[in-house]
């Protein structure tokens, strides 16, 4: 009795250390796809805005001095 709760308490701390790893990995490509976002925002925001100039139309009217 002691041999299997002693297989079973292995058997689950190695598939605590499974998920662990696991968990490990899934976390650093999150991590890396973030960093991969966050360029690809500083490329398009770089890469697309300017300084804004504003124009305006202007009309011109003839005038002649008289007098």
Same mark, same amino acid.
């Given at each position: 009795?002691?041999?299997?709760?002693?297989?079973?308490? *292995?058997?689950?701390? &190695?598939?605590?250390?499974?998920? *662990?790893?696991?968990?490990?990995?899934? @976390?650093?490509?999150?991590? +890396?796809?973030?960093?991969?976002?966050?360029?690809? =925002? @500083?490329d398009i925001?770089?890469?697309?805005? @300017?300084?804004?100039?504003?124009?305006?139309?202007? =009309?011109?009217?003839?005038?002649? +001095?008289? &007098?």
């Open positions: 009795m002691q041999r299997f709760l002693s297989l079973k308490i *292995l058997f689950m701390v &190695g598939l605590t250390l499974a998920f *662990l790893v696991s968990f490990v990995f899934m @976390r650093s490509i999150v991590h +890396e796809r973030q960093s991969y976002y966050h360029s690809v =925002i @500083r925001a770089r890469d697309s805005v @300017r300084p804004q100039t504003l124009t305006t139309p202007f =009309i011109i009217v003839p005038m002649s +001095e008289q &007098g």
